[in-house]
């Protein structure tokens, strides 16, 4: 299949780790984030959200964890499994009648077994 | 209960010509956004389009261009293509378009322009 992210950061972690993703956002207006998960060939997957009135959300497996002082995200994955392989980005919601997403750079996520 | 669906899954057009992008949102949705996604990078906001109006624009030429129907589902158009339009093409959808609405994608549609 298609390769996406060949330029993209890689974080390579062994199955069973917990991996870590961070991504900076650029806008302080911004008040809703999403973290997607994109395979080869597919459209981006979304993960969790959390807004801006929240500094931590839980999901299964999943925490993303915000910091508007230094307008920072981070992706936590329990237990990363291989089918957890896949570029990761996350996304600010910016509003101006309508919504659109800003997406950040993209992470490569490997599982090694 | 169908999520985003994108047609064709892969187009191949020469330079110049034009190409009509089509896109069926998931069941409740009315709001739909366009991306372009270029190898190794993040999905580039085109424009969003609710109640068959176009609301927010991102920076792209006129070249790009869209319609919403009123059954929800949306085209995009591209005119005069250049061998730079070739990326993957995202449709998203979303509810109300209110403002933090998750917008959930379609697979895509892959555009190879030679």
């Known amino acids: 299949g298609e390769s996406v992210g060949l330029h993209l950061p890689t974080l390579s972690v062994q199955e069973g780790d917990n991996s870590i993703i961070n991504c900076a956002y650029s806008?302080?207006?911004?008040?809703?984030f999403i973290w997607y998960k994109q395979e080869s060939g597919k459209g981006p997957q979304f993960i969790i959200d959390?807004?801006?009135n929240m500094d931590k959300r839980q999901g299964q497996r999943v925490t993303v964890l915000l910091n508007k002082t230094v307008k920072h995200l981070s992706l936590q994955i329990a237990a990363t499994q291989p089918g957890d392989s896949a570029v990761y980005f996350c996304?600010?919601?910016?509003w101006g009648y309508g919504n659109k997403l800003v997406f950040g750079a993209g992470t490569i996520l490997r599982v090694k077994s | 209960d169908a999520g985003v669906t994108q047609s064709p899954t892969h187009l191949i057009k020469t330079r110049g010509q034009q190409v009509t992008l089509r896109c069926s949102p998931k069941?409740?949705?009315?709001?739909v956004s366009w991306y372009q996604q270029a190898l190794g990078q993040g999905p580039q906001f085109i424009f969003q389009y609710y109640e068959e109006e176009e609301r927010q624009r991102g920076n792209f030429p006129d070249r790009f261009s869209g319609h919403q129907f009123p059954n929800y589902s949306s085209e995009l158009n591209v005119n005069a293509l250049l061998l730079g339009d070739s990326a993957l093409y995202l449709c998203a959808s979303s509810d109300r378009g209110h403002r933090q609405e998750t917008q959930y994608f379609g697979p895509g549609t892959r555009l190879l322009v030679l």
């Open positions: 806008n302080s207006a911004s008040d809703y």
């Open positions: 069941s409740g949705h009315d709001t």
């Open positions: 996304a600010e919601n910016i």
């Open positions: 959390i807004r801006s």
